[in-house]
């Protein structure tokens, strides 16, 4: 991971944060031996490091593709209204559907970017036209399908 030079965290935090990133399972035994540090203030820093907030939890990273979930569609989302609680309507409608992996809120001629993992372009047809073009305010959308991801860092 890169951080940017004014990052209040010093290489011994850094190193930690790095380790863990590539292998969250990793003993506190083998973490301090990495970044050579004793067990005991190498626990406390894991510990400072979480409650501080930059360390936001532990998770296996699953292959979607062996789930039957090989297929990727990025969606552009225009709203009809962009007011606060059309907003919040959105946000929250657009949490609830476990299709959709990623919703960002965009700076652009659009408003939402989603990304929506189905089983194929059927499944994909399904979701958009009975669950995405239902959520509060969708006034357009707009579907990029994914050919192949070139550098996905969840992997």
Do not use: W
């Amino acid at each position: 991971m890169k951080f940017p030079p004014s990052s209040p965290l010093d290489q011994i935090d850094r190193r930690i944060i790095n380790e863990l990133a590539s292998d969250g399972r990793i003993s506190v035994a083998e973490l301090s031996r990495r970044v050579n540090l004793s067990k005991t203030p190498c626990q406390a820093r894991i510990r400072r490091l979480e409650q501080e907030g930059y360390i936001l939890g532990y998770r296996a990273v699953i292959d979607p593709t062996r789930l039957g979930l090989p297929h990727v569609a990025f969606v552009e989302v225009r709203l009809s209204d962009t007011r606060k609680a059309a907003l919040d309507a959105f946000n929250k409608a657009v949490r609830a559907l476990p299709e959709v992996e990623q919703a960002h809120m965009i700076a652009s001629s659009f408003d939402y970017l989603l990304k929506v993992r189905t089983k194929d372009i059927a499944a994909y047809r399904e979701v958009l036209g009975e669950k995405i073009s239902a959520l509060p305010h969708v006034a357009h959308t707009s579907t990029h399908v994914s050919m192949e991801a070139v550098k996905d860092d969840a992997e």
